[in-house]
């Protein structure tokens, strides 16, 4: 073989190496990094239909909770919804003979202005016994009551008497899916 044509094979080599690099870098390459991202894209949107496909299928079993949820919020009027909680809190202690000490109401803006929160502290004092029954009539009331934090300390050297420190916030709607 002369030197001429292995000059010529040697630029044919490169040339078709030149190619092939660039053909990687140039049309390779974003193919196969378009194709992946339409590939997940494509799992987020199906999993996305399925959840939606999920939810369609729950719609009637959502809308009941978030009926029951609207029924059992606390009144729109801030003294009645006051009132409301003062009550029940009143009655629970008297059908589970807890005395309570205190009950602190203090409102508290909503993120938006839909809902708008009651946050109560009520101090109590009894049994093991009777505070148990006490946070479960709180607990399974039908009104829109949320538990935040309970304190329990002993009040005597036997622990035999115990106070109860309780954070409990109660929901109001106010926007258009008030009561």
């Known amino acids: 073989m002369n030197l001429k044509n292995r000059q010529t094979a040697l630029a044919v080599a490169v040339a078709a190496l030149v190619a092939v690099f660039a053909l990687d870098k140039i049309v390779i390459t974003p193919l196969t990094a378009s194709w992946k991202r339409r590939a997940e894209t494509i799992a987020e949107l199906r999993e ?87 946070l479960y009539e709180v607990e399974h009331s039908e009104m829109a009551l949320r538990i935040d934090a309970v304190e329990l300390k002993a009040n005597d050297p036997a622990g035999q008497r115990l106070g109860l420190g309780l954070s409990v ?11």
């Open 48 to 134: 996305s239909i399925r959840k939606g496909q999920s939810m369609i299928d729950r719609e009637n079993n959502i809308r009941r909770v978030w009926n029951d949820m609207r029924k059992n919020t606390l009144p729109a009027d801030t003294s009645h919804a006051e009132k409301a909680v003062l009550e029940a809190f009143d009655r629970w202690s008297r059908d589970t003979r807890v005395t309570v000490n205190a009950i602190k109401p203090q409102w508290k803006r909503g993120e938006s202005d839909e809902y708008s929160l009651l946050e109560c502290r009520v101090d109590a004092a009894g049994d093991i016994g009777t505070l148990t029954k006490f």
């Open 169 to 179: 916030s109660g929901l109001r709607l106010t926007g258009l899916n008030a009561n």
